[in-house]
């Protein structure tokens, strides 16, 4: 994939990129809704655990010990997933699918609202993170305070990054992407575990 790599270098003239399809805009919004509903219901039923600990600690106990109550049960599955999805809610990613690119300036659709960068001053750096199916390509791309994450991957649109197109994204022959992403993974297991492990408490799971 890295011959068919942007350069870096800015054209002049506007690059024709593909457009993503329908299909992709609606998976790419649909997570976008997906990660604002989670954080919403998440917060609602850890919230209401915490509070009904002492109605819901009177359930008995299954073979393993652990209550039987529906709650607490949520909250640790909610708070699982929550985990899993937290570095893309609360970092400036967005899909490629739902990029959009007037000349220089870049405009990212995240979770959390839109996130610009101006690509003629970016910093550009790039991450590969390992599946067991299909990899996640993610480019980071900083200007000044302004930072906007686009990501795709083998399976959706597009690990191109023809919204790129004009700059060099993919570092050939480099293994520092790869290495960004085995390094994104590990913190982000360890965030799992975090968030697991404090909501948990907090919900009284633990």
Request: hydrophobic letters at 50%; charged letters at 20%.
């Amino acid at each position: 994939m890295s011959d068919s790599a942007p350069r870096r270098r800015l054209k002049e003239a506007e690059v024709e990129r593909a457009q993503p399809s329908g299909f992709h805009k609606v998976v790419a919004h649909a997570l976008l809704l997906g990660g604002r509903v989670l954080s919403l219901v998440t917060i609602a039923v850890v919230a209401r655990s915490h509070v009904t600990q002492d109605e819901w600690r009177t359930a008995p106990l299954d073979d393993a010990g652990f209550t039987t109550a529906g709650l607490p049960t949520a909250s640790v599955v909610l708070l699982f997933c929550l985990g899993m999805a937290l570095p893309f809610i609360i970092l400036p990613v967005g899909s490629t699918a739902l990029a959009t690119r007037d000349g220089t300036r870049l405009t990212v659709r995240a979770v959390l609202g839109r996130r610009t960068a101006d690509l003629s001053a970016a910093r550009l750096r790039t991450a590969i993170i390992p599946g067991r199916g299909p990899d996640t390509y993610m480019a980071s791309v900083r200007s000044g305070w302004r930072w906007a994450i686009v990501a795709a991957s083998e399976t959706w649109y597009d690990t191109d990054y023809r919204i790129l197109d004009g700059y060099d994204v993919w570092e050939d022959g480099s293994l520092l992407p790869t290495v960004r992403g085995w390094v994104f993974m590990l913190g982000w297991v360890l965030l799992v575990l975090v968030v697991v492990t404090v909501g948990g408490a907090i919900a009284g799971t633990f």
